[in-house]
């Protein structure tokens, strides 16, 4: 029988399979067209492992699809026999809507390769649509889910300025020295602004992440804000919380959806660590990539179980005590933002989780800002 | 009718009773303290179980400790594991819960260690005074 130290540490990221099976080769695919249906399929397809977008094509230089290319690092071609030849593709994904390029393909592409058109294509659009709203909305279910945790620490934020409101309140009612009026009363509205600011969090926390485009933001401010969320759903008063943030680190993305993602990985982190121990929070930036590292020293998590906590459902958490969604919204989240998530553990010392999204899009937004 | 009596004389005036407030929250203990004083009581304040515990310990504390008021949700040693404290080393000082979350379970299991009341914030100044004064019935039962 083999042991496993347990001071071992061990890696996983969402890309590792516990069980190493010997992977067959990527299905290699070509997309015509970089309209809507292509962002649509460049999205959606670059996610998945075992295909290869060898490149996409448009004739129009300023279509959509190109820029999002170019972010995820796929090749752009402006004539479509240079995609479609001497390319050993497996698949042409034709989503111009376009008869004539129907027919076009008919002629140009090689024996072998299957070509994906008209109708066919448009109801892989609609299917690639209808996933992503689906994710949408388990990511809002499982954020709602983990709201009714909240209520612990929501009802001792605001029952704690409710007894200082009324206990005050009681008081004035016979109290005569007027500079004492004068302070409680003050001490009043402070309490009911502590109160207010409760709400306002929690309801823009917990509202549909916006639909707005994605755009630049603090990670060190989301990190913070999350700090704030989290604390109504676990004890942090007993944590020592560790900030090592570099200075002006930005990220692209929904900041709604990384508020939340960050919420739940400061959740599970405290969680690990049964409320007593220390929380690292740290983000820094290179010229290749933006990092950030949530640090704790908990029970870590066993080799056994590490390939499986970015899987739909997987969860350790007794019944109803956790969705097993958190860690896969999570990678979903840092997908469709082009990054990564990994993760070390070990058991009985502690986990990191490791986010890193790629700087070439950064670095780009900021020299078109400035 | 017995002759105990548990007041006590705090600088040459008359006190109902020593009562200790152990809460996170200086505003919470500021309260309570204003609440329980202008009802003669002699009020001591923690921030948490740890300095509740050094509280009760010091001095003659030990003995003329009437009451303990504690919060649940604090740092360090939390209001569960203060109250296990006080309940194998004080057993004879009653206890009342005061704390922001109301839970039935919690509430019935401290209620069946013996703690004399389980409060849930925002309580009004005249039931506190009540449940206050029911414990230093319940202390003075214990002298005899």
Redesign the interface.
């Known amino acids: 029988m083999t042991t496993i130290s347990p001071t071992m540490s061990h890696r996983q990221t969402e890309h590792q399979d516990s069980n190493p099976v010997p992977a067959p080769p990527p299905m290699r695919v070509a997309i015509i067209g970089a309209g809507r249906g292509g962002v649509a399929l460049l999205d959606a397809l670059h996610q998945i492992r075992t295909i290869q977008i060898v490149g996409i094509v448009d004739l129009n230089p300023s279509a959509p699809g190109l820029k999002r290319a170019q972010e995820l690092k796929v090749p752009v071609y402006h004539e479509v026999a240079d995609l479609i030849t001497h390319q050993e593709l497996n698949l042409v994904m034709d989503v111009t809507g376009d008869p004539a390029m129907e027919s076009a393909l008919r002629k140009t592409v090689p024996t072998g390769t299957d070509v994906v058109n008209g109708q066919t294509s448009r109801l892989l659009w609609l299917l690639v649509q209808h996933e992503s709203t689906l994710q949408t909305e388990l990511l809002h279910a499982e954020k709602l889910a983990g709201i009714g945790s909240f ?2 620490g929501i ?14 309140a ?2 004035l009612t016979d109290e005569t020295d007027l500079e004492a009026v004068h302070l409680q009363a003050h ?1 009043i509205i402070e ?1 009911v602004k502590r109160t207010t600011a409760i709400c306002r969090d929690l309801t823009s926390y917990s509202r549909r992440a916006s639909l707005r485009q994605d755009c630049l933001m603090s990670i060190n401010g989301k990190l913070d804000e999350a700090l704030k969320i989290a604390r109504y759903a676990v ?1 942090l ?2 944590i020592d919380i560790r900030k090592l943030y570099q200075p002006d680190v930005v990220v692209k993305g929904n900041p709604d959806e990384l508020l939340h993602v960050f919420v739940n990985l400061i959740t599970n982190a405290v969680q690990a660590m049964e409320h007593h121990g220390t929380l690292t929070l740290e983000t820094t930036a290179t010229a290749d990539a933006t990092q950030v590292r949530v640090t704790d020293t908990g029970s870590g998590i066993s080799p056994e179980l590490l390939g499986r906590i970015f899987d739909p459902f997987f969860t350790t958490k007794p019944p109803g005590k956790g969705t097993g969604l958190g860690l896969y919204n999570i990678k979903n989240v840092i997908h469709h933002m082009n990054g990564t998530i990994g993760v070390e553990s070990q058991v009985g010392r502690g986990s990191t989780f490791t986010l890193i999204f790629p700087n070439e899009t950064v670095a780009g937004e900021r020299s078109a800002q400035s | 009718m017995s002759e105990f009596k548990s007041g006590f004389f705090v600088g040459g005036e008359s006190c109902n009773g020593r009562v200790l407030v152990v809460d996170d929250e200086p505003d919470i203990r500021k309260v309570v303290r204003m609440t329980l004083h202008k009802a003669g009581y002699d009020v001591l304040e923690a921030e948490n179980g740890e300095k509740a515990i050094e509280t009760i310990n010091y001095g003659e504390n030990r003995l003329l400790l009437d009451v303990i008021i504690c919060d649940i949700r604090m740092p360090k040693v939390n209001g569960i594991e203060a109250i296990a404290y006080f309940r194998q080393n004080y057993p004879r000082v009653p206890l009342i819960v005061l704390t922001g979350f109301p839970d039935t379970d919690m509430a019935t299991s401290l209620l069946r260690q013996g703690v004399v009341d389980y409060l849930v914030k925002p309580v009004e100044g005249e039931k506190l005074k009540a449940s206050v004064a029911r414990a230093m019935e319940q202390r003075e039962l214990a002298h005899l």
Request: proline share 4%; glycine share 4%.
């Open positions: 209520a612990a009802a001792h934020d605001m029952n704690n300025p409710l007894q200082l409101i009324l206990g005050l009681e008081n001490d309490a004890a008063q007993d």
